[in-house]
T-cell receptor, first 114, second 110 residues
Framework: DAGVTQSPTHLIKTRGQQVTLRCSPKSGHDTVSWYQQALGQGPQFIFQYYEEEERQRGNFPDRFSGHQFPNYSSELNVNALLLGDSALYLC?????????????FGPGTRLLVL | AQSVTQPDIHITVSEGASLELRCNYSYGATPYLFWYVQSPGQGLQLLLKYFSGDTLVQGIKGFEAEFKRSQSSFNLRKPSVHWSDAAEYFCAVGDYKLSFGAGTTVTVRA
């Protein structure tokens, strides 16, 4: 049973560029959440996708956008990259249900913006 | 608003000694609480979770945590640490959206 997978593992971009990160959820999961983890900090919630729609959003600008596909996989897009966007981007998958979900995380994509 | 505070930034413990990591949370309703562990350069691995019921929760790798509503705490414990327990530990609270603490780095000395 494959867990959550993310690609690429590492990425280097320059300021102003755009980037797309990809995530495949754990088998049987239908919900994908994205988090940003800056160096030395805890993860910060970006947004969550369920049924191909953004359901919840954290305090991130609209330069951050996403998509969920019919097979439940997801993409995170970041436009007009800033130096401060350098971080580990984590994808988590879960099975949507009332009264508590358990999120399982992938290994992350490390983005460096120069 | 939901939030988590992990008061200890760094803890050093001897191999074989006990470990306790503190976590205090703020949440408007019945909290869903989690502990995750992160090894250097890796993603987060779920250690244990509390949704309801027994306030003492058992997890993987010999870890346990106790939920205390009166203290808004969810502290993580392990009776005897192994060198492989050296990592970053994160407490989190939430339902569809998780809020994480800043983490506690655990160093294990021989």
């Amino acid at each position: 049973d494959a867990g959550v997978t993310q690609s690429p593992t590492h990425l280097i971009k320059t300021r102003g560029q755009q980037v797309t990160l990809r995530c495949s959820p754990k088998s049987g999961h239908d919900t994908v959440s994205w988090y940003q983890q800056a160096l030395g900090q805890g993860p910060q919630f970006i947004f969550q996708y369920y049924e191909e729609e953004e359901r919840q959003r954290g305090n991130f600008p609209d330069r951050f956008s996403g998509h969920q596909f019919p097979n439940y996989s997801s993409e995170l897009n970041v436009n007009a990259l800033l130096l401060g966007d350098s971080a580990l981007y984590l994808c988590a998958s879960s099975l949507r249900k009332l009264g508590g979900e358990t999120q399982y995380f992938g290994p992350g994509t490390r983005l460096l913006v120069l | 608003a939901q939030s988590v505070t992990q008061p200890d930034i760094h803890i050093t413990v001897s191999e074989g000694a006990s470990l306790e990591l503190r976590c205090n949370y703020s949440y408007g309703a019945t909290p869903y609480l989690f502990w995750y562990v992160q090894s250097p350069g890796q993603g987060l691995q779920l250690l244990l979770k509390y949704f309801s019921g027994d306030t003492l929760v058992q997890g993987i790798k010999g870890f346990e945590a106790e939920f205390k509503r009166s203290q808004s705490s969810f502290n993580l414990r392990k009776p005897s640490v192994h060198w492989s327990d050296a990592a970053e530990y994160f407490c989190a609270v939430g339902d569809y959206k998780l809020s994480f603490g800043a983490g506690t780095t655990v160093t294990v000395r021989a």
